[in-house]
């Protein structure tokens, strides 16, 4: 079984498919192209389809120019019809992994995906769920949908692995080419395959024993990065009551050349994997008896982040003789990092729902996002969606209270602060400036 694939990899004529063409899919699927393997995209959103098949991407890491050489020589295209399963050699899973509402995993994506792979699985084929999950996903959930619908036995008849995605979007210098990936198989055989194939896309590869150490090591990397978030973040609000300016602090000990990691507070964590990868982890625990309280108690100290911001815009406005309520809030970036235009589990949700909860008129700016949806939890019963507001001087100037969620750089903070009036910095974006506004940053004493 493994000879002709691997014949097929070294010769680079493996057929390779990527169910679910998103912030991880895409890359992958052009690193595939790139590398000179026939590749195709199945996904489920028509649109998405038509638009790598028009070389247009609508990725921000990935441009048209990127798409073009490769939809155009035939190396890459893409299709909402699972019956190309059929044809492939290599299919990975690169579909969203999100929770329930009770903070439950929610695989459903996944397996549909498996669904459909199922009942055209073929002899030979090597496939690798990448889709963040909870250690046993690939041998719990998934192999038993590909061997009863087909019939076939894993590591027998087909190759099965787990190879965490490590996409950091906006990220300039570490990419799909080269960020090295970890693959671990359900058999030795299976595990051999899916790096042999990883190496010939340009990355280094680390292998381990198995799919399930493959798993715990996504969900390590993410949790180790949620719990430093969360220290930093509990040691700015100390140094808030202390009357310590923490960011002073933090550029202090970055001073240290070993033993220490810097990590930055803010108004909670957001993206795909941080404020979700925990809550994987603590359920699965459970059913080993374990339970994970240092990872759940980090989960809730930047999950309080939001309700913070909110108390400091408070705190403000009554130091103007205002309430929050009837009050007119902007807030200053929605996507969940700096200079990128992904909202996914954006602090910045919550931040205003409570806002809107509370009886505050707010709007929002971002270069990056032009709309953005909120509510439809129990502080905002109905969704709305708000539409992007230009930063001009009027919409400064009427504005009770500016609250900046995400630092974008191309914002010109010195003239926000020469025409607001409040301004609440949640990520030390105003350090150094000086202007009109009264400036209450997170993490800093406040202003006298």
Not at 10 to 29: D, E, F, K, Q, S
Not at 145 to 161: M, N
Not at 172 to 180: D, E, F, G, I, L
Request: proline fraction near 6%; charged fraction near 20%; aromatic fraction near 8%.
């Amino acid at each position: 079984m493994s000879h002709s694939l691997s014949e097929k990899i070294t010769h680079r004529t493996a057929r390779v498919g990527v169910i679910g063409l998103g912030y991880v899919g895409l890359p992958l699927a052009l690193a595939c192209a790139r590398a000179e393997f026939p590749t195709v995209g199945l996904e489920v959103n028509e649109q998405r389809a038509q638009d790598i098949n028009a070389a247009h991407s609508y990725i921000e890491d990935i441009s048209d120019a990127d798409l073009t050489p490769h939809v155009q020589a035939g190396r890459l295209r893409a299709t909402t019809d699972y019956d190309v399963v059929r044809e492939l050699d290599i299919i990975f899973i690169c579909v969203p992994t999100p929770y329930t509402v009770q903070r439950a995993p929610d695989l459903i994506y996944i397996v549909k995906a498996a669904e459909g792979i199922a009942t055209r699985l073929r002899e030979g084929q090597l496939i690798v769920l990448q889709s963040t999950t909870y250690p046993g996903t690939t041998v719990e959930v998934v192999q038993p949908i590909l061997e009863q619908a087909s019939g076939l036995q894993a590591g027998r008849d087909f190759h099965l692995a787990f190879s965490p995605e490590r996409i950091d979007p906006g990220n300039k210098q570490w990419s799909a080419y080269n960020t090295p990936k970890v693959v671990g198989g359900l058999t030795p055989e299976s595990t051999a395959i899916a790096a042999a194939f990883l190496r010939q896309t340009g990355a280094p590869v680390h292998e381990v024993s198995s799919a399930a150490a493959a798993e715990l090591t996504k969900l390590l990397e993410n949790t180790f990065r949620a719990v430093n978030i969360a220290l930093v973040n509990e040691m700015a609000l100390l140094a808030e009551r202390m009357g310590i300016d923490f960011w002073e602090v933090l550029e202090a000990a970055k001073t240290k050349p070993f033993g220490f990691m810097p990590f930055s507070p803010g108004a909670g964590v957001g993206g795909h994997c941080i404020p979700i990868d925990p809550y994987y982890l603590l359920w699965k625990a459970r059913e080993y008896d374990f339970y994970t309280r240092f990872i759940e108690l980090a989960a809730e100290t930047n999950e309080t982040m939001p309700y913070h911001v909110v108390d400091l815009v408070v705190k403000g406005l009554s130091r103007q003789g205002k309430p929050l309520t009837g009050a007119r809030v902007l807030v200053l970036g929605v996507a969940f990092k700096a200079d990128i235009g992904d909202a996914r589990n954006s602090p910045a949700e919550r931040i205003i729902e409570l806002l809107l909860g509370r009886g505050a008129d707010v709007r929002y700016h971002d270069p990056y996002v032009p709309t953005y949806r909120v509510g439809g939890d129990v502080f905002q019963r109905e969704p709305l969606t708000l539409r992007s507001v230009a930063l001009e001087d009027a919409e400064l100037a009427a504005a009770d209270a500016v609250v900046i969620v995400t630092g974008h750089h191309n914002v010109d903070y010195a003239h926000v602060l020469a025409h607001a009036s409040l301004v609440v910095d949640s990520c030390n974006a105003t350090q150094g400036l000086v202007g009109e506004a009264t400036v209450i940053r997170l993490g800093a004493p406040l202003p006298q």
